[in-house]
């Protein structure tokens, strides 16, 4: 039986198809949820995906953090159910304090979207132990309000033990610090990250296929924890 | 003061009402009278005023415009035609397409990030309103001189505002054109494009059927906001020296309208809706007059029921409202609570306002009055009708006389490398990227290309790979130069566009961007550009499906340049079989499809290297075009082609000089012989196209060309040997006896510099 990865969808998601696109070209199947559903259907893992989940109204990712579906989700994560916000999904996480600081206005207030190469930094993740460390991918990257940032005690934390996943190379887009682009929580099952894996998953429609290492990763690890059997 | 009701009109026959605040001239207020037998009462006068608007009327286009019905080609692929929100064509595998192009000009000057933002919520409405899941957008736009400070705050709000709105809406934006001369100074132009797709059965027109049904208004409440926009703002000329017109201009909530579209789709694939307009122009006033007339032809409406954002609002304030976001649907009384908890799941506000009936009229009341009592087919279609007067300007002969003949030209390779680097980095050749970075690209996932390549490409179904390409383009300046043909090459360079990614070209949308429509000289111009693209549509059988006419685009006397958008819709069978305009390999052969002549009359050369804009446009041979379109589909299908791209703009130097930028790898050109170097690189004849070809292939692909007697000159071959890794090189042999080299990256920096230096 393939994993069943749950894909959430609040007023104003945007990319929930494309990452369950994504989920089943990675060989998982897709399961959707409803914000004001609060039940999850016992998926064995979750993508918040991205969009503008209330308009971005008040801001990013606020107003979705208290969705019925999110305190499930909160409880779940806590107890070790792989999760992974992309974009206004990571913004959600770091709403919900399952992920620390917070993402702002690009440096440059402008809106971007550009085929983005990152460096991952660690690959013990539940969504990242596909890749090698140091290991150089391209998936496309848009947002108004991706910086990355943290006070620097947290900044320090995050390097001392390893948790930031993947980093901005040649451009850093949004003035995120450190060229911060995606974060993990300590237990490894909790990652954030700013740019579209699920929009580089096909030759056809993607800068590059690199985007599908994130969702191959945790059907690995899923599988490996024993969390699924397959 | 009390209420007008019909009542009291009735017995008020001589009170003077303010129809010429409204927009209205004496003898259209005159014919309501005759229409109602009374003097409308303000309600109705609301009605009347907006809906008899040049924006929703077409009073001064409609003559002009029957052309495109009755030169319409016999086509199967239409399914549904103009006069709809949008026309649908059949792409086969039983899918169905809907697009159109609308104009949110006026608005987007007064204020352009607002403006710019809800003309995408409107179009997005329409393809909506048509049961249609919206799937990309593109917008065309054309701005003053790019060093004019006002440019800049035009600009940058317009794109702030497509940005914004569509981004939030997650519709992938994949083409249109940014295009900078001052004729547009004080008339921006925005227009926005909308492709939706869905399946035959899902199609939905606008009409009120079934008697004792349900009308439901659901969205965004009602506002103050755009109060007389169309009336006000779209069919007047700016004055420089009038009162403010900001108040006329609607906000959008890009938040609301992505809620709308999940909704009405639910709604409709449930099977809940008879009949669905959106509101857009014209608010309330236009949906149940059109909706009624469209139907069984009587409605009544309970005014007072609408949701307000503001209580304050007069009924004639809510008829005329054009506040975004909302849509109207006619339901059956069984269906309407299931409609209901839709709409409650999406969290969006319904409420019944009226029911569908066969008195032949639409009734409103407020409160218990009778506020309005009309036929609505009087409001909705059968509006003022003008036959304009036009004729051939008398200055056209002489700008036809001024041609580019006497323009010093570049006469050495010298010269020459130094018009190259120049002319990649003009405003309108530059790259777009520091503008279309702004704008999402990829969601939805189903971008098979996008800007800067010559058509956006969408694949429509997942497992057949089947999908649509769109391109809009207009030479304005050609247009000014000759309207008739002007028109046609803006529909052959866009027909060129789809055909060059390996699409047929199926279907047309325009957008007619004119002067002021009293003025005889743009309304010559206007009629001979419908002329001219009717008779091309024809020959080349792409019916048009729908458009949009915006007039008065002056300031005082000075009228924008006449600039018919034409967006071409092309089918492919299999979107991994689409062309893309960047060579590869080393070796690949490139080849100039078609015949290139002295032709630089309105040429990007002519207008930034001399500011001149005098003479004939390129001449045009539509049967050719056609021949082109064909070697450019067959050679995508039969796997000939590795790589096409159009020569417009610019000539073939900007189009060669895109490919390698676009590439990144090196080529050797050279320029035939029995050609100027100057003419090869720069005129602008139309019907050609660079495009590269395996060697393996190179015998099937000329025997092809030589089969349909069309011009094939190979003119280079992609060699990355010319440079070093990281540093490419363009060499190009047999200018003026001499050969010159130019790298890659210079050509890049030159192209990419210019948009962030005026407006970053």
Not at chain 1, 17 to 46: K, Y
Not at chain 2, 341 to 354: L, Q
Not at chain 2, 582 to 600: C, F, M, N, Q, S
């Amino acid at each position: 039986m393939s994993p069943r990865i749950g894909v959430v969808t609040f007023p104003g998601s945007l990319d929930d198809r494309d990452a369950a696109r994504a989920v089943t070209i990675a060989g998982g199947e897709a399961v959707s949820l409803w914000h004001a559903d609060a039940n999850l259907h016992a998926v064995d893992a979750i993508v918040l995906p991205g969009g503008f989940s209330y308009g971005d109204y008040l801001r990013c990712g606020a107003i979705a953090r208290f969705a019925p579906v999110m305190e499930k989700i909160v409880d779940a994560a806590n107890g070790g159910l792989p999760v992974l916000g992309i974009c206004n999904g990571f913004q959600i996480l770091c709403e919900s304090h399952l992920l620390p600081g917070a993402l702002t206005r690009n440096d440059h207030l402008h809106f971007i979207c550009r085929d983005q190469k990152l460096r991952i930094e660690n690959n013990s993740s539940a969504w990242t132990n596909s890749f090698e460390v140091g290991q150089e991918i391209v998936v496309p990257l848009k947002n108004g309000e991706g910086g990355y940032v943290a006070d620097e005690r947290i900044l320090d934390e995050l390097e001392g033990e390893g948790r930031v996943i993947a980093r901005y190379l040649e451009l850093n887009p949004n003035g995120s610090r450190r060229d911060i682009a995606g974060i993990t929580n300590a237990a490894g099952n909790v990652v954030g990250i700013m740019p579209h894996p699920e929009h580089a998953v096909e030759e056809l429609t993607g800068p590059t296929t690199d985007g599908l290492g994130f969702f191959a990763s945790v059907l690995t690890s899923l599988v490996t924890n024993g969390r699924v059997t397959v | 003061m009390s209420m007008d009701t019909v009542g009291h009109a009735t017995e008020t026959p001589t009170a003077e009402q303010p129809y010429r605040e409204l927009g209205l001239k004496l003898d259209e207020y005159d014919s309501i009278k005759n229409i109602l037998g009374r003097r409308p009462t303000s309600s109705e006068l609301a009605m009347y005023s907006v809906m008899w608007s040049e924006h929703c009327s077409y009073k001064s286009s409609k003559v002009h415009l029957r052309q495109f019905g009755e030169k319409a080609p016999k086509n199967d692929a239409m399914l549904v035609g103009i006069g709809e929100n949008a026309g649908v064509v059949d792409i086969g595998d039983g899918w169905a397409v809907t697009f159109k192009v609308e104009s949110h000009n006026h608005p987007s000057y007064v204020e352009p990030y607002q403006g710019a933002a809800t003309g995408i919520g409107g179009i997005v409405r329409d393809i909506i309103s048509m049961g249609a899941r919206p799937v990309a957008v593109m917008d065309p736009l054309r701005f003053g001189d790019p060093t004019n400070p006002d440019t800049r705050r035009v600009l940058t709000g317009i794109v702030a505002g497509i940005s914004g709105y569509g981004n939030c809406l997650g519709l992938p934006n994949i083409g249109g054109e940014i295009v900078f001369d001052s004729s547009y100074q004080g008339n921006p132009l925005v227009n926005a494009l909308c492709i939706g797709t869905m399946k035959h059965a899902d199609i939905h027109l606008a009409k009120a059927t079934g008697l004792g049904n349900a009308v439901i208004l659901y969205g965004a409440r009602t506002g103050g906001d755009g109060i007389g926009g169309v009336s006000v703002l779209a069919s007047e000329t700016f004055d420089a020296d009038g009162p403010a017109k900001r108040p006329s201009v609607q906000v959008g909530d890009p938040f609301m309208e992505k809620l709308l579209i999940e909704c009405t789709l639910e709604v409709l694939h449930a099977g809940l809706v008879e009949g669905i307009q959106d509101l857009g122009g014209a608010g309330i006033s236009c949906a149940t007059s059109e909706l009624a007339s469209n139907g069984e032809g009587g409605m009544h409406v309970w005014l007072d029921r609408v949701l307000l954002r503001d209580h304050t609002l007069s009924p004639e304030e809510i008829l005329m409202s054009e506040s975004q976001e909302r849509m109207c649907a006619v339901v059956e009384p069984a269906k309407v609570e299931a409609f209901m908890a839709v709409c409650k799941k999406w969290d969006v506000e319904a409420v019944v306002i009226g029911e569908v009936n066969d008195s032949g009229r639409l009734t409103v009341e407020w409160h218990g009055e009778q506020i309005v009592d009309v036929p609505p087919r009087s409001v909705a279609h059968d509006g003022p009708v003008y036959e304009r007067p036009y004729a051939r300007p008398t200055w056209m002969d002489a700008r036809q006389a001024n041609g580019p003949e006497n323009l010093a030209r570049p006469t050495t390779a010298a010269q020459i490398q130094q018009t190259l680097m120049a002319m990649v980095g003009t405003p309108n050749l530059a790259a777009k990227t520091w503008v279309t970075s702004q704008y999402d690209r990829y969601v939805m996932g189903n971008t098979v290309l996008a800007q800067p390549e010559d058509s956006g490409m969408i694949r429509v179904d997942e497992v057949t790979g089947r999908g649509v390409a769109v391109s809009t383009d207009c030479n304005a300046r050609f247009a000014a130069l000759d309207p008739y043909l002007g028109a046609q090459l803006a529909f052959a360079e866009s027909y060129r566009n789809v055909a060059a990614t390996g699409a047929v070209p199926l279907a047309v949308t325009n957008c007619l961007n004119f002067g002021s429509p009293e003025d005889p000289d743009v309304m010559w111009q206007f009629e001979r550009a419908i002329t001219g693209l009717a008779d091309a549509c024809l020959e080349m059988n792409t019916p048009v499906t729908g458009g949009n006419v915006s007039f008065y685009n002056q300031t005082g006397d000075v009228a924008i340049h006449p600039t018919p958008v034409v967006g071409v819709l092309g089918v492919i069978d299999d979107v991994d079989r689409r062309t893309p305009m960047a060579w590869d390999e080393d070796g690949e052969l490139i080849y100039v499809l078609g015949d290139t002549r002295d032709e630089l009359a309105g040429s990007e050369w002519a207008h930034a290297i001399h500011n001149h804009l005098g003479g004939l446009p390129p001449a045009l041979d539509l049967g050719k075009e056609k021949t082109l379109a064909e070697i450019l589909v067959a050679g995508s299908r039969d796997g000939m082609l590795s790589a096409a791209h159009d020569v417009s703009d610019g000539g073939i130097a900007q189009t060669i000089a895109e490919m390698a930028m676009r590439s990144g790898k090196g080529a050797r050109l050279w320029i035939p012989d029995n050609f100027d170097p100057f003419v090869f690189l720069w005129s602008e004849s139309a019907t050609r196209a660079v495009v590269v070809v395996a060697r393996s292939e190179e015998m099937r692909f000329t025997e092809m060309c030589n089969a349909r007697s069309f011009t094939a000159i190979r003119v280079g071959v992609v060699d990355s040997e010319l440079g070093s890794i990281g540093d490419q090189v363009l060499q190009l042999d047999n200018v003026y006896g001499e050969t010159l080299s130019v790298s890659i990256s210079s050509l890049h920096a030159a192209s990419e510099a210019t948009l962030p230096a005026l407006f970053g």
